[in-house]
């Protein structure tokens, strides 16, 4: 028998995450009792293939640390990000806000980008502002270049570390000129130059 109930939104660690607000049932040994005959097979086909995706969404989120890692906030970040010989600014305010952390990203004219905060280790939405994948995942990896060296493998016990550079392989690498100057390669995607704001350019 097939039902389909809402549920509230749930965290990744639940495969319906909030992306679909709802759950499904399936009990693939008992016959429908409207219709009298088990349930199509393309249904549970496209069951499965839900499934997986929602699976898949859930493993490829970027790591985050273990516990709340102690940042020097609040912070002002420039985000110079450059892919196939175009280049974006960006500017990243980092700054605690009750029990979370809040990064807000904006355009050089001041137009917001994207806004998320970090609360008990699950990134939400701040603002009425669409979902930006590429945005979370920098947010994530700005976490793991910014977290103290003494912190690092506490937080993420996979990370490699020697002096002026960290990576998280095979997602992160990050080479330091100052502790909040540095470059961030990502595995797919980008390249970033990161620098307090108002720095003088390299």
């Not at 990243?92 to 609360?119: F, H, K, T, Y």
């Not at 910014?146 to 002026?164: H, V």
């Given at each position: 028998?097939?039902r389909?109930?809402?549920?509230?939104?749930?965290?990744c660690?639940?495969?319906?995450?909030?992306?679909?607000?709802?759950?499904?049932?399936?009990?693939a040994?008992r016959a429908?009792?409207?219709?009298?005959?088990?349930a199509?097979t393309?249904?549970?086909?496209w069951?499965?293939?839900?499934m997986?995706a929602?699976?898949?969404?859930?493993?490829?989120?970027?790591?985050?640390?273990?516990?709340n890692?102690?940042?020097?906030?609040?912070?002002q970040?420039?985000?110079?990000?450059?892919l196939?010989?175009?280049r974006?600014?960006?500017l990243l305010?980092?700054?605690?806000?009750?029990?979370?952390i809040?990064w807000?990203?904006?355009?050089?004219?001041?137009?917001p980008?994207?806004?998320q905060?970090?609360?008990?280790?699950?990134?939400?939405?701040?603002?009425l502002?669409?979902?930006?994948?590429?945005a979370?995942?920098?947010?994530?990896?700005?976490?793991?270049?910014l977290?103290p060296?003494?912190?690092?493998?506490?937080?993420?016990p996979?990370?490699?570390?020697?002096?002026?550079?960290?990576?998280?392989p095979?997602r992160w690498a990050?080479?330091?000129?100052?502790?909040?100057?540095?470059?961030?390669?990502?595995?797919?995607?980008?390249h970033?130059r990161?620098?307090?704001?108002?720095d003088?350019?390299?």
């Amino acid at each position: 028998m097939y039902r389909i109930r809402p549920v509230q939104p749930k965290t990744c660690g639940s495969w319906l995450a909030s992306d679909s607000g709802v759950s499904v049932s399936v009990n693939a040994g008992r016959a429908d009792p409207i219709a009298g005959k088990p349930a199509p097979t393309g249904f549970l086909v496209w069951l499965m293939v839900v499934m997986f995706a929602l699976l898949g969404g859930c493993a490829s989120q970027a790591p985050l640390p273990a516990s709340n890692p102690t940042l020097p906030l609040p912070l002002q970040l420039h985000i110079e990000r450059n892919l196939a010989d175009q280049r974006q600014d960006w500017l990243l305010v980092i700054q605690r806000e009750g029990p979370g952390i809040r990064w807000s990203m904006m355009d050089p004219l001041g137009i917001p980008q994207a806004r998320q905060q970090l609360i008990d280790g699950h990134w939400q939405a701040d603002g009425l502002l669409p979902p930006n994948p590429e945005a979370r995942e920098l947010f994530a990896a700005l976490l793991f270049a910014l977290i103290p060296s003494g912190e690092l493998l506490r937080n993420y016990p996979a990370a490699q570390q020697q002096a002026g550079q960290r990576s998280l392989p095979p997602r992160w690498a990050i080479r330091y000129t100052q502790p909040l100057s540095f470059e961030l390669n990502l595995s797919q995607g980008p390249h970033y130059r990161v620098s307090p704001l108002g720095d003088p350019k390299p």
